[in-house]
């Protein structure tokens, strides 16, 4: 692949982010807002790009098994994401 092929590669993968993006935004727009209990909420606080589940599950008082079902609940409301960050699985609000 060629310098100029990977250049326009890269500047039409950016113009399917930007469209994506708005996408994702008309859809959170348009759709209610999930419903989330105590014990989610709670998660969901930790959710900042800085907690693993080690440390999220300590500073709930749960199991690292509690809070990773808690975690694919908010993950599936489209409330949380993964982020992986210097080999560690982190989870950020979207």
Request: aromatic share 4%.
């Amino acid at each position: 692949m060629s310098e100029k092929q990977f250049e326009e590669l890269i500047k039409s993968l950016k113009g399917i982010e930007d469209r994506l993006e708005i996408l994702i935004n008309i859809q959170k727009a348009t759709l209610p807002k999930p419903s989330i209990g105590k014990e989610e909420r709670k998660v969901l606080k930790l959710c900042d790009k800085k907690h693993i589940v080690e440390e999220i599950a300590k500073e709930t008082s749960k199991t690292e098994t509690n809070v990773n079902f808690i975690l694919s609940r908010l993950r599936d409301k489209g409330l949380i994401r993964s982020v992986k960050m210097k080999g560690k699985t982190v989870y950020e609000r979207i």
